[in-house]
Each structure stands twice: as structure tokens, then as C-alpha cells.
């Protein structure tokens, strides 16, 4: 099951292609129908969970508050019920940011972010800063804080979160 996000991702994929499409009809009428299950996805969630706010209280950690400022500079809509790190990744991904990953594993990464879309937000950023090859969660935090804030733009904000998320991938798996 997809959440939103990855049904509006996959609309816009879908429009972008239909812009360099000789015979653009297929490819709308598909991001047409990915942008409804989009609305239904969010509309079943409100439904199922009247009392729960859509937004998420780890939104208000200072590593998704300077996600979001990069966000905000580069025009993106950050929606307050994802991850604003991870909604950072995912726009790098969508607008072929260059890391510390090699070309070939580019897929890997796109799949490991678009699965942490669907891990509890603490999880994530549990997750994130727990790097077996590094320092301590703490320092890692802080180091991904740092470097969020010295970014000099959306594009460079967005490499060091995925070069996060890849470098926490090798740890794991040490063939990538």
C-alpha cells in the first residue's frame, strides 16, 4: 500500500514525463488517477483517525526545521504530516541532486527513502543518527545539523541528508 506522498511523487513523475511525451494523454490521464488515490489516501487517513493531528511533533526537531527552511527556499510544499528531512531527500532525488553515492546505487537510495516514508518518524530519525561506523547519536545529530545549516543551497541541503541515509545503507550493507 502506497502512502500519499508516494502516489503525489508518482503524479509528478508522471506530468514530467508527459511534458516530453510525444503523446502526453496516457501519462496525464495516469497522474490524474495517482492524484486521486493521493486525496482518498489522505481522506481515509483523516477519516480513521478523526483525533489525531496531521501533523507530526517530530517536524518540530531542529534537524526537520532546517529541512524545511531549505524546503521553503527551494518553493517546495512540505507537508506537515511526512518527515521534512525525508520530504528533503525525496525532492533531491526528484531533481537529480549528486552525492557521495555512486550512479548505480542511486536506485538502492530512491527505494531506502521511499521506504522510510512508511517507518514511524522517530524511527527515522533514530535511524538516521545511529551510524555503527560513526561517533554517538548525539554527535551524529549534531553533525548532520551543522552541515543542514552550512548548506548553501536547497540542492546542497538535500545531498548531505541523502549522503546521510547512504552512508547509514553501507553500514548495513557493505557491498553497496
Known amino acids: 500500500m502506497f502512502s500519499p506522498r508516494q502516489h503525489l511523487n508518482m503524479s509528478q513523475l508522471l506530468r514530467r514525463k508527459a511534458a516530453a511525451s510525444l503523446n502526453p494523454g496516457p501519462l496525464l490521464r495516469a497522474s490524474a488517477k495517482f492524484l486521486g488515490l493521493a486525496k482518498v489516501a489522505i481522506a481515509k487517513r483523516v477519516r480513521l483517525h478523526p483525533g489525531q493531528s496531521m501533523i507530526l511533533p517530530e517536524n518540530n526537531n531542529v534537524l526537520s526545521l532546517a ?89 546542497q541541503a538535500a545531498a548531505v541528508v541523502l549522503n546521510d541515509v547512504y552512508s547509514r545503507m553501507r553500514s548495513q550493507l557493505p557491498t553497496l
Not at 530512491?110 to 514511524?120: H, I, M, P, T
Open 67 to 155: 529541512a524545511h527552511k531549505w524546503l521553503r527556499e527551494a518553493g517546495e510544499y512540505a507537508p506537515p504530516h511526512y518527515l521534512h528531512l525525508l520530504t528533503l531527500a525525496s525532492w533531491g532525488l526528484e531533481n537529480g541532486v549528486q552525492g557521495e553515492w555512486p550512479s548505480r546505487n542511486r536506485p538502492a537510495l530512491e527505494g531506502q527513502v521511499g521506504l522510510l516514508f512508511g517507518w514511524k518518524p522517530k524511527n527515522v530519525l533514530a535511524w538516521l543518527v545511529s551510524n555503527p561506523n560513526g561517533p554517538g547519536p548525539e554527535e551524529q545529530e549534531e553533525n548532520l545539523r551543522q552541515a543542514l545549516v552550512w548548506a548553501q543551497n536547497p540542492r
